[in-house]
């Protein structure tokens, strides 16, 4: 590769960090522009990681014919707008989770990767965790037999990010889009994609986000602002699919819960593992039960090491022309997957995709 990748970062708030420390650590990329429509903090950033170029409109940023690629770090509800702009400038796209707001707006993606002959990478940074690729190959070579079962949660005892994430119509909804995207994403990939059809959701909006509490530290929008809340506390779902495997995730902002808790945990016919906490193998030989457990540097999950390697993935897969590990149509699945819980959860039922009567 010696060709030099001319980057630019579109939303430089909290987690846009990730993406440029990962772009300056990289020898093949070169961290060229940046983009907020606060352009005293796109100002700030560019100053901090030295980019050459500083823009406050990300249509500005796109009319460069220096630049060759993007990741859009904004809220939910623009990354279809701006994926889609960006492949027709003729720039690849790294856009961060998820992929937009609606099925409809996943498929008008998809269409301008097509015809725009650029490709896109979503940021489902919970695949680039060597863990989590480590254990992928142990799946594909069959090690754990046939997964039909995955059970996954992320729930926060107190953690809604407030300003845009609170809000339904920049964010799209709550934990599940926020959070929830991450683990129904992972465990779907490492169960091998199967085609899903049908899911079943709950969503609550129980406690509100808990601004009131005192004493608690956690992640929060870059324009914080606790006086807005119209998204779900709770939500959970059983996705079925058509394999006969099945995925239970349930995912909070706030819960009465004694601390938070995190996992991901997958159960086949020769075998089961846990990806979230920890790294984790239980599997049977010569009749006895064995918990066995690999022996990496980061058994858990090292948020620096991921975004790095989706960083590098992106970059890679730019300058070789070749297909990422986490494509558009994968962003399509998801998008169908937590809109269909959304849907379940506002009607009361069972949402099918797969042309069959649907279940009252
Ligand atoms: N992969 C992960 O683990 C992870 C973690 C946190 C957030 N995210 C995702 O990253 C995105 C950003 O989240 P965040 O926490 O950084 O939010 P943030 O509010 O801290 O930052 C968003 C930035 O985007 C800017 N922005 C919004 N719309 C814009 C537009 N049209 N043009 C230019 N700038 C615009 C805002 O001014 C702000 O600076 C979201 O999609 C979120 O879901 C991913």
Redesign the pocket.
Known sequence: MAKSLKVGV???????EMHLKSYKNNPHAELYAV????EA?AKAVADKYGAAKVYGD?RALLADPQLDAVSI????S??AE?SIAALNAGKHVLT??PLCLTVEEALAVQEAVRSSGRMLQV?F?RRYDPNAQLLRRFAEHGEFGDIYYAKASILRRLGNPG??FADVRRSGGGPLI?IGVHVVDLCWYLMGKPKVVSVSGNTYNKLGNRSNVKGLSFYK???YDASLNTVEDLANALIRFDNGASLYVDVSFTLHIEKDESSAKLFGTKGGFEVIPEMKIVTEKHDTILNVTPQTDHPGFDFNAAFQAEIDHFVDSVLNGTEPISPVEDGVEIMKILCGVYQSAREGREVRFDGEAERA
Not at 10 to 16: A, E, K, L, M, T
Not at 35 to 38: S, T
Not at 73 to 76: D, E, I, K, Q
């Open positions: 579109i939303g430089v708030g909290s987690i846009s983009c907020d429509q606060n903090r990300y770090c904004t809220w939910n623009t990354h701006i961060e989770k940021g940074v300003g845009w926020d929008a870059s324009d």
